[in-house]
C-alpha cells in the first residue's frame, strides 16, 4: 500500500514571498513518481510540478521548485515570489507501477497582500 | 482543444434515482479513472480503466458502476445514491497504462447532491 501525509492543513503566506508545503510518503516500490496538483476555486486540477523518484535532482518549474528527500521520503513543494494567482488547495499525489495515483489530503494556500 | 468533458457539472438528486455522470476525452488515452473528492479525505480512486473493456475497483468503489465499451468514455454509474455519495467527483485520463510518469490530465469536476 502507499500513502500520502500532507501534515498542514492550511498555510498562508505574503505576496512576494516564498513558502514551502509539505508532502511525506511511503511505498515498497522503488520506481515511482510524485506529482504536486495545484486546485484554484475553480475546482480544476492542474499539474504543478512532476518529480521521478530515480532523479536525484529536483524537478523546478518557474517559480515552483521541490525538495525531494527520497531517503526521508519527503516531497516539498517551494513557491517563490509567491502571487495572488497561486492561492488554492494544494495536493501532493504519488503513482508507481499500480495503476493508482494516491492523494494527499491537501494543502490549502492563503496570498495575502 | 486535448480536454476531459465531465458533464454535467452540478447534479442534486434524490436517494434512489439512478444518475449517470458522463466522461469522454478526446486524447486518445488508454487509461482512465474516476475520483471523488471529500473535505479532509483528499481525493479517492473509485474505479479505473487501462483500456476498452478493462475496468477495476480503486479504493472505493461501494455503490458505483463503471463501463468502457469506447475508448473515449468512461461513464460512472450510481444505480442508487445515497446521500453518503455526495461529493466532487473527477473523471481523468492519462496516456500510458497505469500513470507512471505520464500526468494525469482531470476535467472539470461534477458537484453531485443526494438529498
Known amino acids: 500500500a502507499q500513502t500520502v501525509t500532507q501534515s498542514q492543513p492550511e498555510m498562508s503566506v505574503q505576496e512576494a514571498e516564498t513558502v514551502t508545503l509539505s508532502c511525506t510518503y511511503d511505498?515498497?516500490?522503488?520506481?515511482?513518481?510524485l506529482f504536486w496538483y495545484k486546485q484554484p476555486p475553480s475546482r480544476q486540477m492542474i499539474l504543478v510540478i512532476r518529480?521521478?523518484?530515480?532523479?536525484?535532482q529536483n524537478a523546478t518549474e518557474n517559480r515552483f521548485s521541490v525538495n525531494f528527500q527520497k531517503a526521508a521520503k519527503s516531497f516539498s513543494l517551494k513557491i517563490s515570489d509567491s502571487q495572488l494567482g497561486d492561492a488554492a488547495m494544494y495536493f501532493c499525489?504519488?503513482?508507481?507501477?499500480?495503476?493508482?495515483?494516491?492523494f494527499g489530503t491537501g494543502t490549502r494556500l492563503q496570498v495575502t497582500l | 482543444e486535448a480536454q476531459v468533458t465531465q458533464n454535467p457539472r452540478y447534479l442534486i438528486t434524490v436517494t434512489g434515482k439512478k444518475l449517470t455522470v458522463t466522461c469522454s476525452q478526446n486524447?486518445?488515452?488508454?487509461?482512465m479513472s474516476w475520483y471523488r473528492q471529500d473535505p479532509g479525505l483528499g481525493l479517492r480512486q473509485i474505479y479505473y480503466?487501462?483500456?476498452?473493456?478493462?475496468?477495476d475497483k480503486g479504493d472505493v468503489p461501494e455503490g458505483y458502476k463503471v463501463s468502457r465499451k469506447e475508448k473515449r468514455n468512461f461513464p460512472l454509474i450510481l444505480e442508487s445514491p445515497s446521500p453518503n455519495q455526495t461529493s466532487l467527483y473527477f473523471c481523468?485520463?492519462?496516456?500510458?497504462f497505469g500513470t507512471g510518469g505520464s500526468p494525469l490530465h482531470f476535467g472539470n469536476g461534477t458537484r453531485l447532491t443526494v438529498t
Open positions: 480503466s487501462m483500456n476498452v473493456e478493462v475496468t
Open positions: 481523468a485520463s492519462s496516456l500510458f
Open positions: 511505498t515498497s516500490e522503488s520506481d515511482y513518481y
Open positions: 518529480q521521478e523518484a530515480y532523479k536525484q
Open positions: 499525489a504519488l503513482t508507481g507501477t499500480a495503476s493508482k495515483l494516491t
Open positions: 486524447m486518445n488515452h488508454e487509461y
